[in-house]
């Protein structure tokens, strides 16, 4: 376990609903990346963060997807409105100083 | 776009027999290439990782190598015992970055 917490583990919630996964680091990491992980298309970046900075989000699907680092260790990921082909699991990882990613233990989420 | 194939996809070896998975990767830039092993229910872990002033390395049981001029690497884990189990990810990427491409995966099962 490298510090890297996230919340909730589990978030059921019906389509059109707000959903907000949350990362938070401990000290001693520099850069944040979300991932998205399905059966279908394995594990996706969605966006990352250098310094608190998003530096490529080309992997964000849609303009539903939104996230943000207000500092160096807290994000969150945001969906608006959610739809049932957002179900999967949202990891969060985070580099330490030697360049190694680590992982949290993900957020599935289902919407129904 | 870049790219990272992983094979084989489902993997059954007898405990104490050895197991090869191999992946390669369409960025001439990465240099740096981890992999994971992720059991049910919980993150990827990495369990070693490569970078592109080598050619192998090991710890222990496990060994991983590289081929620049190919593009290609492979995980070697000898001795395969029941808790190896799981599914295993290569990933190939920027160690200034920490931006990692990875592969679909290869469910690894070891019969006792």
């Known amino acids: 376990d490298a510090g890297v917490i996230q919340s909730p583990r589990h978030e059921v919630t019906e389509m059109g609903q707000e959903v907000t996964l949350r990362c938070k680091l401990i000290s001693g990491h520099n850069s944040l990346f979300w991932y998205r992980q399905t059966m279908m298309r394995g594990l996706e970046l969605l966006i990352y963060?250098?310094?608190?900075?998003?530096?490529?989000d080309s992997g964000m699907p849609e303009d539903r997807f939104s996230a943000k680092m207000p500092n160096a260790s807290f994000s969150t990921l945001k969906i608006q409105p959610s739809e049932p082909r957002d179900s999967a699991v949202y990891f969060c990882?985070?580099?330490?100083?030697?360049?190694?990613?680590?992982f949290g233990e993900g957020s599935r989420l289902t919407v129904l | 776009g870049e790219n990272v194939e992983q094979h084989p996809s489902t993997l059954s070896v007898q405990e104490g027999d050895s197991a090869v998975i191999k992946c390669t990767y369409s960025d001439s830039a990465s240099n740096y290439f981890p992999w994971y092993k992720q059991e049910l229910g919980k993150g990827p872990q990495l369990i070693i990782d490569?970078?592109?002033?080598?050619g192998e390395k090991k710890d222990q049981r496990i060994a991983v190598t590289l081929n620049k001029t190919a593009k290609h690497f492979s995980l070697h884990i000898t001795e395969t015992q029941p808790e190896d189990s799981a599914v295993y990810f290569c990933a190939a990427g920027s160690s200034n970055t920490g931006k990692l491409i990875f592969g679909q995966g290869t469910t690894l099962q070891v019969k006792p």
């Open positions: 963060f250098n310094n608190n900075v998003p530096i490529d």
């Open positions: 490569i970078r592109s002033n080598v």
């Open positions: 990882a985070s580099t330490v100083y030697t360049g190694e990613l680590f």
